[in-house]
């Protein structure tokens, strides 16, 4: 008893014997009868359709919920939810989960066999995980303690570049809860009085390119990217993560981070970061079936200068790795180029594990965050220097509206698995003053009189040049005169033996 409020039901007002706190009363009433009052609660395991069918035992009870290694209030609770939502369970092998272990369907048969139960048993279990607590509770529990919605409303800025997520200020803290979509030098709307220059949303990206040179020089690498890391910028003296030199993570830190140089590389990878080994791993080898897509390599993704008569590899800002198909020649701004182009599936793009970023199974966990990503992107090739001289991309965010649980949308016409929720729209091309000096001081200095204008002048001129096209105007002059001397000479030797066709001519007149 409490300040005079009895903390446990004496049992002989019902008919029974000693008393019950209420643990035991909240033990009895999820497995089995109300002790109190008889009936079912709402909240447990006899509800809805498997009212009556279940009768536990207050061992088991707590052995589902709180002892053993499949306690449904620790973290087996989201392995719990992520088989209900895939139908799977994740690779297990000997010594828990593993990458490349069984995985195993997941149904009342196999329920029953992790705790002991009947599949009768097993099956109000799993009614009671995911109908009741995953779809009714949990939304209503973020809601109550954290003031959060079903449905927010901003501005296409924070959506893209930042907002404050109220759930996480709840579970963590202020500076823990932004989010964004893309990324920026920081935060849209994360500037305060304590950081008036808003949040850094990290460490910058950066990529290692072929100039052509050293080891590079005769492999035709010439502009491509070769790796793909971070650079410590954002201040806080950390990296955060290191990788061993096989591409796994180091996990030496304890998850604290590495101290870190001011500007120090980190992370490189010839992967895209996001799709690289050790994030693979990180999902026990289920991140690139949940892309849908195994093309990772960030290495040979062009960078301005391109093959124009052969595919090429496009990194697509980060989303994706993909291929171009080459087209035919056309003219842009008078100069001859070979079109390409590239159409991304979006079936074949999920991009919930690079959006979610959490390290983890939960970044493959079916229907979290199920954006996907497609685009069609034109290049223009210019064969001389293949040099990429035209780009226009329509890159589109689909959500899927099914909710929970569900993977592979149909994208066909007249479908309404997906909805898009963002399109964006990038072109580039080289300038108009850029174009006319390109051809002036290439195109027209190619071919059998790209010697005629003597060098160039003002923008077209060609440093260096004109003493060549010089010394070519004289070889032609030199030429012509050679040719018409050897005419002469044709002519002399055969007046030499016989006369001239001229005199021949003159003779039979």
Known sequence: MVGGVPLEFEMILVGGTGTMGADSWWQHSFGSEEPIAGGYIPIGLNRGDHEGEVSLSIEKVREILYDSDYALTGDFASIFMYAELSGESLPTGADGLEMGGVIAPWNDAAVASLYGISESDAAALRSWVSDFMFEEVIGALLSFQYGASAITTQSINNWLYGWSDAVLVGLFDEESSWVSLETDDTYYGSENDDRPNGMS??????????????????????????????????????CDFKLNSDGSADTSDEGEGFDCAENEIYGLTEHLPWRAPHREASTLGLLSDHVGNANTVVTGTIGGIASADESFKVNLVGYAITESVPGEMEEYKEIPMRAHTVDLDPAQHQIQAKLIGSGTFVDVLPGALPVYFGSHVDIKVEPVTNVAMYGKSVSMFHFDLRGPGNMNPDFSDGSTDTHPVFEIHTFSEIPDDSADIFKCKVLHNLGPMGWSDFGGSGDCELEGTGTIDMVAAALYIVGIALLAYGGMMMVGGRSAKGGSLLAASEKEE
């Open 201 to 238: 949303t990290g460490d910058f990206s950066v990529y290692v390119m072929s100039t052509g040179t050293g080891a590079h020089a005769e492999d035709g690498t010439t502009g491509q990217r070769l790796m793909q890391g971070y650079l410590n910028s954002d201040g806080d003296g950390l």
